[in-house]
């Protein structure tokens, strides 16, 4: 069965760090992998996509993702951590059978500290 | 959040109430897709929509029923609500089929329910 995961509910940073938050996934066929930001009270933004080509993929806000497919990981990253990016991060791939129907991990809070 | 409108914001009912919840969306994209939210689970999908009047179940389809009579609305119905379908719901919608092609959903800013 198609899957994510989210191995760490919680990632700490200080601000001006680098981040990283970890990703998993499980699929059939080629993988097309998303990942998408929560800010309280909020709907989902969309920030970066793989689907096929470079490994490292950059995205909004600064945000970068590399897909690894012999470990089967999709990582997100930022060389300098802010505050402002303090939110819930969800990563997601499409499921086989079309339609666009996407699967998400569980989610990872994401604090920075000043 | 551009584009999508859901309406209710908030609901609290009781349960065995029917509820209906609405997307409304400005982009005349052809997918739109009902989630919900819940703490452990990220998103889950309840239906989609491929289409006016073309609609099928997701993972999470039980107690729920969907209708799309227009591009721009998805009405998602709970027939009798339930204390487990307390929850926070999003509409989302997409330009294409996918999977390379016009892939990103976009969200609404979701409805928080409440079932007693």
Redesign the interface.
Known sequence: AQS?A?PEDQVNVAEGNPLTVKCTYSVSG?P?L?W?VQYP??????LL?Y??GDNLVKGSYGFEAEFNKSQTSFHLKKPSALVSDSALY?C?V?LSG??????????TRLAVHP | ?AG?TQSPRHKVTETGTPVTLRCHQTENHR?M?W?RQDP??????IH?S?GVKDT?K??VSDGYSVSRSKTEDFLLTLESATSSQTSVY?C?I?A?????TD????????TRLTVL
Do not use: C, M, W
């Not at chain 2, 452990?40 to 999908?45: D, E, I, K, S």
């Not at chain 2, 892939?103 to 979701?110: K, L, S, T, Y």
């Open positions: 994510v989210q080629n097309y998303f998408y009270n909020r709907g989902l933004q969309f996509k689907i096929t969800f997601a499409i079309g339609y666009n129907k996407l699967i998400f991990g569980a989610g | 959040d999508i997918y897709y989630y452990g689970h990220g998103l889950r999908l989609y491929y099928d997701g993972e999003f989302a997409s294409g089929p996918g999977p390379t892939n990103e959903q976009f969200f609404g800013p979701g």
